[in-house]
């Protein structure tokens, strides 16, 4: 099983407990019923069936997505969860919808 090169002493307790499993519940918009409502995307799975599919690579990353890079890297396992990219740039794009129209605290890091 694959991992990422970075941070792995991190990533690998909140794969653990996410069961190597997206953790997504909707927050990328996608109510997700084929999973029971959470993502079904697991690491290292196949992602869909025929020429579309792919790798997923899990990450784990804050459950606020608009939470700045600089701050998820002193967040502990416990205040991360498993995403797969397409959950987690679906809900950041959301969140970043719901923020008002100049966040102060949001400003600058965030990488567009
Ligand atoms: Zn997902
Ligand atoms: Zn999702």
């Not at 991992?3 to 953790?23: H, I, K």
């Not at 804050?62 to 959950?87: F, H, I, K, M, N």
């Amino acid at each position: 099983m694959s991992e990422p090169l970075t941070a792995v002493d991190t990533w690998r307790p909140v794969m653990e407990a996410a069961g190597y499993r997206c953790q997504c519940e909707g927050e990328c918009g996608n109510a997700h019923t084929k999973g029971d409502g959470r993502c079904p995307h697991e690491h290292d799975a196949y992602a869909g069936k025929g020429q579309r599919g792919r790798w997923v690579r899990l990450m784990a990353a804050p459950a606020d997505p608009l939470t700045t890079d600089l701050a998820a890297v002193r967040l502990p396992a416990s205040e991360l969860r498993a995403w797969c990219p397409d959950c987690h740039t679906a809900a950041a794009r959301l969140a970043r919808k719901r923020l008002p129209a100049a966040p102060a605290d949001q400003c600058g890091l965030f990488d567009l």
